[in-house]
């Protein structure tokens, strides 16, 4: 079968041919349907060999839906034929955090091995996928997977991130969102959605801050400091009741600090290489930081409800397998709108 595997450190990821997986006991085998790109893929593809723990050749891909296709021995209770996205942040399923379905946060993974699908194991940016097991599969009924695929990160991660924040975000409140990508274009809908809040986006490019506008945001200024003031004018100068930076870089970290309120939450989604100090003098008083990552696993079927009555949806940009490689270029560059997706 046709994959695209990160094959050397440094270069661009690849489309090869490898022997297509059998599903062993207890996995399920996917026909994959649909495999988003995400910016933590070009991430990982930056590290140096040193700092490289996902293992070569890694097929990409940690936003996966496809149809079952093969069942392991021993599977039960799944249909061959049926559409499902794969849930990513796969866990042991049997500590007390997978008890409560936040299998990302599991706490044994590290010490037996589970990596997620393209981000450790292999991914879904190949025609076929195994599923370690069958809880990690939900269904997508009547949903577009090629349309909603990127809801199992671009999607979740966002919603786990609001969550957190849902009881800081009263009517009157404003939220911030730094980034209007893959994430941050969804997480504009998220906040809509679930969330009385006024929504300000910003980003650096202005057509970003067009998109923002049309999928929600109230309101959208280039990401500098000039931003300040406006937005904590749309606050009555008190502060941004949770700022949720899909960046994580410096700039965007210190820009949080200036608009967050007291009691405020600064919720660091992006994996850029900013740091906070976060001493007593350093914040507002008892304002938060965050770190989350991905979304616990009811989150998703809930993400994917919010998907079926309207009220998100993913803006794609679809390409070959074979032209995935042009995919994480135009990511690279800056210039998907919303989130690239393979379709093998
Ligand atoms: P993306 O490239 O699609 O979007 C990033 C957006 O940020 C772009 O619109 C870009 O113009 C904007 N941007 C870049 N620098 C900026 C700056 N200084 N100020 C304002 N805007 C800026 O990326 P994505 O796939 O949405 O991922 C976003 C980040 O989230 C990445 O760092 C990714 O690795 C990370 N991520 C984290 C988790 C998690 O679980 N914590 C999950 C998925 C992705
Ligand atoms: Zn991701
Ligand atoms: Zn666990």
């Known amino acids: 079968m046709k994959a695209l595997q990160y094959r050397t450190i440094g270069a661009a990821p690849e489309v090869v041919e490898i022997e297509t997986p059998e599903p062993g006991p207890g996995q399920v085998r996917l026909k994959v349907t649909a495999a988003g790109v995400c910016h933590s ?9 040193d700092q490289y723990i996902y293992g070569l050749p890694l097929t990409l891909g940690h936003e996966g839906a496809g149809v079952v296709d093969k069942l392991g021995e021993g599977v039960t209770g799944v249909e061959v034929g049926t559409a499902v996205a794969v849930y990513g942040p796969q866990g042991c399923g049997r500590c007390y955090m997978c008890a409560q379905g936040k299998e990302n946060y599991c706490e044994r993974a590290a010490e037996l091995g589970i990596a997620p699908p393209g981000l450790g194991s292999p991914g879904a940016m190949a025609e076929y996928m195994i599923v370690d097991d069958a809880r990690h599969l939900v269904p997508l009924g009547d ?7 990127s809801l199992t990160d671009a999607g979740l991660t966002p919603y786990h991130a609001i969550k957190g924040s849902l009881d800081k975000l009263v009517p009157g409140s404003v939220a911030v969102v ?14 809509r959605a ?7 986006a910003l980003d650096l490019a202005e057509d970003k801050l067009e998109l923002a506008k049309e999928v929600g ?8 400091d000039d931003a300040v003031e406006p937005v ?11 700022v949720f930076d899909f960046v994580g870089a410096q700039p965007t970290m210190e820009l949080g600090a200036k608009m967050v309120a007291v ?15 976060v001493g007593m003098l350093d914040r507002p008083y008892e304002s938060s930081v965050r770190a989350p990552y991905w979304g616990y696993r009811h989150e998703l079927f809930e993400v994917l409800n919010l998907a079926r009555t309207g009220a998100v949806h993913v803006e794609t940009e679809v ?4 032209d995935a490689p042009k995919a994480y270029e135009k990511l690279h560059d800056g210039t998907l709108r919303g989130r690239a997706v393979i379709v093998p």
């Open 217 to 224: 945001a109230h309101h959208a200024f280039l990401s500098n």
């Open 143 to 149: 949903l577009d997977p090629v349309q909603n695929v």
């Open 194 to 200: 679930i969330t009385p809040a006024t929504v300000v």
């Open 41 to 49: 893929d070009s991430f990982i593809m930056s590290l140096p060999e």
């Open 319 to 322: 390409f070959s397998l074979d």
């Open 178 to 191: 730094i980034g209007a990508g893959g994430l941050g274009h969804v997480g504009i809908q998220i906040l």
């Open 232 to 242: 904590r004018a749309l606050t009555g100068g008190r502060g941004v009741a949770a």
């Open 263 to 277: 009691a405020g939450d600064q919720v660091n989604v992006g994996v850029g290489s900013g740091t906070l100090p």
